[in-house]
């Protein structure tokens, strides 16, 4: 059965710092990889997607990640931390892109110091 | 965006009455799901939906029940809400690659 795990409920950074979110996933099959974002009271934003094309994968807001199979990892990061990236992350994944069935981590609450 | 809106947003019942939200789409994809959100395990699917008529089960699919009987309309209903059920709901819609979300329904079972 497919799983993810996201490595720390809470991760806080300064402004203009590196964020690094850490995703592991286990799947049987080649996985369907995506990153969702959640704002506080709203519902949830695709960031990025992996979907077996280029192993790094680029997304909106400025974030990217990169799939290792040989770590069964999708960490996501992004170079320089805004205010405005202060929000809920979500990993999934799905091993199905017909009925794209996902499998969510617990979600990475990212706080942002100024 | 998919336009996707839920009705209600916020409710508060007591345990053993019926409950039914609803999930309305504008962009007619095939897809739609309804998961739910709980601290400390993210989202899991309960039902999803790939045609009208045409459902299935996900995760924790025990106690809910679903029906979509036009593509636009995706219904979930607790038969008998229990405590447990006290969540929030979200349902998506897809047709191709990306799932989009509705913003929740917050149910609250006393």
């Known amino acids: 059965a497919q799983s993810v795990t996201q490595l720390g409920s809470h991760v806080s950074v300064s402004e203009g710092a590196l964020v690094l979110l850490r995703c592991n996933y286990s799947?049987?099959?080649?996985?369907?990889l995506f990153w969702y974002v959640q704002y506080p009271n709203q519902g949830l934003q695709l960031l990025l997607k992996?979907?077996?094309?280029?192993?790094l994968v680029k997304g909106i807001n400025g974030f990217e990640a990169e799939f290792k199979k040989s770590e069964t990892s999708f960490h996501l990061t992004k170079p320089s931390a805004h205010m405005s990236d202060a929000a809920e992350y979500f990993c999934?994944?799905?091993?199905?892109?017909?009925?794209?069935?996902?499998?969510f981590g617990q979600g990475t609450r990212l706080t942002i110091n100024p | 965006d998919a336009g996707i809106t839920q009705s209600p947003r916020h409710k508060v019942t007591e345990t053993g009455t019926p409950v039914t939200l609803r999930c309305h789409q504008t962009?007619?994809?095939?897809?739609m799901y309804w998961y739910r959100q709980d601290p400390g395990h993210g989202l899991r699917l309960i039902h999803y939906?790939?045609?009208?008529?045409?459902?299935d089960k996900g995760e924790v699919s025990d106690g809910y029940s679903v029906s979509r009987s036009k593509t636009e309309d995706f219904l979930l209903t607790l038969e008998s809400a229990t405590s447990s059920q006290t969540s929030v709901y979200f349902c998506?819609?897809?047709?191709?690659?990306?799932?989009?979300f509705g913003p929740g329904t917050r149910l609250t079972v006393t």
């Open positions: 999934a994944v799905s091993e199905d892109q017909g009925a794209q069935k996902l499998v």
């Open positions: 799947s049987s099959v080649p996985p369907y």
């Open positions: 992996y979907t077996s094309a280029a192993t």
């Open positions: 962009e007619n994809h095939r897809y």
């Open positions: 939906s790939y045609g009208v008529k045409d459902t």
């Open positions: 998506a819609a897809r047709e191709s690659a990306e799932q989009y």
